[in-house]
């Protein structure tokens, strides 16, 4: 049975950081491409950041690149997901997914504020 677990997520200031970590399992976990997607309130849900199995090759949408990271960690079964000078428009759910031909699983989502 698959199960992705989200925390870190949290009220923050504009230009402030916050960490997401993602913990995994019920699926082997280096084989898969991890994903991290948000959803805010009246939009669908978007393609945040994703890396592959090895970690070697990340991929960012456009409206985050150069502020957010996604990096994993396969000894311990866990995706991050590093957020720095956040805006109010970050505001969103996040929910970490995995995929491996097709979608093996969702979190139940981390609720992310950016506000003043």
């Known amino acids: 049975q698959v199960q992705l677990v989200e925390s870190g997520g949290g009220l923050v200031q504009p230009g402030g950081s916050l960490r997401l970590s993602c913990a995994a399992s019920g699926f082997t976990f280096s084989s898969a491409t991890m994903r991290w997607f948000r959803q805010a309130p009246g939009k669908e849900r978007e393609l945040v950041a994703l890396v592959t199995r090895s970690g070697g090759t990340t991929n960012y949408s456009d409206s985050v690149k150069g502020r957010f990271t996604i990096f994993r960690d396969n000894a311990k079964n866990a995706v991050y997901l590093q957020m720095n000078s956040l805006k109010p428009e970050d505001t969103a759910v996040y929910y970490c997914?995995?995929?491996?031909?097709?979608?093996?699983?969702w979190g139940q989502g981390t609720q992310v504020n950016v506000s003043s």
């Open positions: 997914n995995a995929f491996r031909f097709y979608n093996l699983g």
